[in-house]
């Protein structure tokens, strides 16, 4: 199957905010907006902000209020809802444009109904790119539900390799605070771990209680293959979260092992500290007393002062050190 057109990647440059149009044959649409010809279903692959493709999605292409809203909005938290009508499924991808930062998940809003498939973005989505591709081989989509799934699935592929990522960086720092010849690392290089599981466990959980409620729906329980694959895919899903809670909480568990070996080490070279101190301590009143500018200083005139005197300290050293020892100081 020749391939009908590029599909064009850029929302802010879309002609009339329609990314792809094609028909289940994988051919071009003349007109995006228009109804579904007999016999065939549609997807639509549109630009959030584009103010041609809100307005039809708002007022003329027959979707609920509520549902069209969604799908426009600025906002939107990863969510699956069932109406009369059609399926509403709102995802999130990682970040995967030059310079980005992955855990910057991108949203695409997915609306089907039994003919047609709308998909809607704010930011480049590879993943849907993926799916169009697809419609230039032997085995395109089947339907709109199969589109659905095949994105989900595609999502989740490109966010396991880096979660694999983290859990690599988090297993190297674990490894340095228990290999004593390894200096301990710095904790902002922990911190950076946390933060960045932590923004993909904000997205994702609510992403699992999405395709939770996916798997349920009566657009894909038609469909045995698409069913298959959706809930190997949330399996998939649910594994990820799994291991990011793993990982929030191997993270903390790694910074309360590194806080109690420098807080040890710091006992140690101030206890080191306090024991010199005592030792010294005795020596310190001793020398201070023979410094003081008065008569009577013993040994004062001898020859043999200075060696007497110094006999005397190590003595009084000696003894300080048996002491602590006897209350096992050292």
């Not at 699935?153 to 490894?175: C, T």
């Not at 020859?303 to 100081?329: E, K």
Request: glycine share 6%.
């Amino acid at each position: 199957m020749e391939y009908p057109i590029p599909i064009h990647t850029d929302p802010s440059t879309a002609p009339n905010g329609v990314l792809l149009a094609i028909n289940s044959r994988g051919q071009d649409l003349d007109d995006a907006y228009g109804s579904t010809p007999p016999g065939t279903w549609t997807w639509l692959h549109l630009a959030q902000k584009d103010t041609n493709a809100r307005e039809w999605i708002l007022n003329s292409s027959g979707i609920p209020s509520s549902e069209a809203q969604a799908l426009i909005a600025d906002h939107a938290r990863p969510r699956c809802v069932q109406t009369d009508t059609g399926l509403l499924f709102v995802g999130r991808g990682i970040n995967l444009d030059a310079g980005a930062v992955p855990e910057d998940m991108k949203s695409i809003r997915v609306w089907i109904e039994k003919d047609r498939i709308i998909t809607v973005v704010k930011r480049r989505m590879r993943s849907a790119e993926a799916i169009a591709e697809q419609f230039e081989t032997d085995q395109p989509p089947s339907s709109p539900a199969s589109v659905l799934v095949q994105l989900f699935s595609q999502m989740i592929q490109r966010i396991a390799p880096l979660v694999q990522e983290i859990g690599d960086s988090l297993d190297e720092i674990q490894y340095s605070v228990i290999d004593d010849a390894i200096p301990t690392p710095d904790l902002t290089d922990l911190s950076r771990i946390r933060l960045r599981t932590v923004a993909l466990h904000r997205y994702l959980l609510p992403l699992y209680d999405a395709s939770t409620a996916l798997c349920t729906a009566k657009q894909l329980t038609g469909s045995g293959s698409a069913l298959t694959q959706a809930t190997l895919t949330r399996d998939q899903l649910g594994r990820i979260v799994e291991e990011l809670s793993a990982i929030e909480a191997k993270a903390a568990v790694t910074r309360d092992e590194i806080v109690s070996q420098r807080s040890e080490m710091l006992n140690n070279r101030v206890y080191h500290l306090t024991v010199l101190a005592a030792i010294f301590l005795p020596l310190t009143v001793f020398t201070g007393m023979l410094g003081m500018n008065v008569g009577g200083i013993p040994l004062a005139n001898t020859t043999t002062g200075f060696l007497i005197t110094t006999l005397i300290m190590l003595v009084c050293m000696g003894l300080t050190i048996g002491i602590l020892r006897v209350l096992r100081w050292l």
